[in-house]
């Protein structure tokens, strides 16, 4: 059993966690060959060469790949497919947005969001924003398949993989990169901090949001969002954590101002330890914290930002 | 130049989800029923391109049972011309999955000739995030997938992309696939009057036989199970007293 894995790859350069926890998925399902695509991906193949569990990398280099639009990366890897068995990437947005494609170019149904391998046909998958989870068993002959990348630990370092190019063939131009805007932060990214600080509507104000940055520049953490403070315009939709923003599973997860929404649960109830931080005792928030704090948030949170560290 | 939505009959966002006891599923009897909330956004994008004298006709379908018109009368309300229904199960329990609903999809766009698909980009029940791009492959069409602006201009479109660490900017060419994200734009609510006038628009029925495909399911649900629920932890009673907590577990 073979499985080609999309390592995750921004600009050139290899997001090593989010593709370190998709080997670990994927090395229950055969031996790993790594492909990593973009107008240059030489140094990210290098570097996902020396994750353990990674039996080979392919480098996919072309212009028409940069930026990894998803009609010419779906395209190559549906003309790598022949020799695999399972197809699979981490969870991202860029993988999110390829692999159904590839899955329809291939005739086959996409299994998203996998967070449990069961065996080479069945997976475990969380739907309903994480109110069930579902078992499927795929009758396909190929399997298409993206990793949640919260539910496994990041497979370490020390393999040597041997590194071999891929075959680019010619791009049909239906898609063209204009800009990205990407906000700069010195912060840990999300979905890979081991530390998360969010904030929710109970904040009040995209200005009072600082209080909330500075306890997470405290910690060292990654600064997260409600639904309600990101549609409330507080924070950017990239910090939304939820069942339509990311999925994290830190090791401590502190809730601020936060009720505890079912669809806001589905993105961090899988974290080591939650620690809510709201002044209305009866909020959901707190059925699911290992550590609740009854206060008003703009005199707690100053004061915890100040005693910790 | 036409617009073609999908959307989807999903339990209400506000309903609480209930497994059940056999593990064969989720109880959807008896239970508010709503339109995907992405493809409500898809829907008002669409309208406000007409507004906007972009579009002439906003097109919408649904692929489901029988009582996903309800669905397809809410997006006439909101303002859609026309609805075509593919009658697709029986069971309201039965999920017709995304490679199926591409296929029928391309079916109804071989017809209608859209110059534009607007999709919401995930379905709130099963969570794939996978129809848009299925049916963009299947045509062999450019896709803009989780935008939160678009901008259409002759014979391509700039679309704005909500990416991991940020946006992304692209342009695609037209007739090309869009998926609606959360921010692209807050959707309306239909008034009496147009929820009266959407009773009279035409609303045609299909089946999935109309189109040859097979819907039969890919992937067979073996259980479905609640999950792993969490235990509420203590109260403290001051900051100090949750430094010290934070202190002992080794976390800060």
């Not at chain 1, 399972?86 to 390829?98: E, S, Y």
Request: charged share 25%.
């Amino acid at each position: 059993m073979a499985v080609l894995l999309l390592a995750e790859v921004t600009d050139g350069a290899l997001a090593l966690d989010a593709t370190a926890k998709a080997v670990t998925a994927a090395k229950a399902l055969g031996d790993v060959t790594a492909l990593c695509v973009g107008a240059s991906a030489a140094d990210a193949g290098a570097e996902a060469a020396k994750i353990d569990g990674v039996a080979k990398v392919l480098v996919a280099e072309d212009a028409s790949l940069g930026h990894r639009l998803a009609e010419p990366t779906a395209a190559l890897i549906a003309s790598l497919a022949g020799d695999y068995d399972h197809i699979v990437a981490p969870a991202t947005t860029d993988a999110k947005n390829i692999m159904p494609r590839v899955a329809a170019l291939l005739d086959v149904m996409v299994i998203s969001d996998v967070s449990g391998v069961v065996d080479g046909d069945t997976f475990e998958r969380p739907v309903y924003a994480g109110n069930a989870i579902q078992t499927v068993k795929s009758k396909d002959g190929k399997k298409v398949i993206t990793f949640r990348t919260s539910s496994f630990d990041a497979a370490g370092e020390g393999g040597v993989a041997s590194v071999e190019t891929a075959t680019v063939g010619a791009s049909e131009g239906l898609s063209e990169w204009v800009e990205d805007k990407v906000a700069a932060s010195d912060r840990p990214e999300l979905t890979s901090a081991g530390i998360v600080v969010s904030g929710g509507r109970g904040v009040g104000s995209e200005e009072d949001f600082k209080i909330i940055e500075a306890l997470a520049d405290k910690l060292g953490a990654a600064v997260g969002a409600s639904r309600a403070a990101v549609d409330s315009g507080f924070a950017p939709n990239d910090w939304q954590v939820g069942q339509t923003g990311k999925v994290v599973a830190p090791e401590l997860y502190v809730a601020v101002g936060i009720s505890g929404a079912i669809q806001h649960l589905a993105g961090m109830k899988d974290s080591k330890i939650i620690v809510a931080i709201n002044k209305d005792e009866e909020a959901p928030i707190f059925q699911v914290a290992d550590f609740g704090l009854v206060a008003d948030l703009f005199e707690a949170v100053p004061e915890l930002t100040e005693k910790l560290g | 130049m036409k617009v073609l939505v999908p959307v989807k009959r999903v339990i209400d966002y506000n309903v609480k989800v209930r497994v059940k006891a056999d593990g064969s599923g989720v109880d959807l009897a008896n239970v508010k029923m709503s339109m995907n909330p992405f493809d409500e956004i898809a829907v008002e994008e669409a309208i406000r391109l007409k507004e906007a004298g972009k579009a002439e006709e906003v097109v919408v379908v649904s692929i489901g049972v029988k009582q996903a018109q309800e669905t397809l009368r809410t997006a006439l309300a909101m303002g859609a011309d026309r609805a075509i229904l593919v009658v697709a199960a029986d069971d309201v329990h039965t999920d017709i999955e995304p490679l199926a609903v591409a296929k029928i999809l391309k079916g109804v766009i071989d017809e209608e000739q859209p110059g534009l698909v607007i999709a919401g980009k995930q379905a709130i029940d099963n969570d794939m995030n996978a129809t848009g791009q299925m049916l963009s492959a299947l045509l062999g069409w450019s896709q803009a997938t989780f935008a939160s602006e678009v901008d259409i201009d002759g014979d391509t479109a700039v679309v704005t992309r909500e990416v991991d660490g940020g946006l992304q900017t692209i342009k695609v060419k037209m007739p090309t696939i869009v998926t609606a994200d959360l921010r692209l734009n807050e959707p309306r609510y239909a008034s009496l009057p147009n929820i009266m006038k959407a009773k009279k628009k035409p609303l045609d029925e299909k089946t999935a036989a109309d189109y040859g495909v097979d819907v039969s399911p890919r992937l067979e649900i073996v259980k479905t199970t609640e999950p792993e629920a969490r235990q509420a932890g203590e109260i403290v009673g001051s900051v100090d007293e949750l430094v010290a907590k934070l202190k002992e577990k080794g976390v800060v």
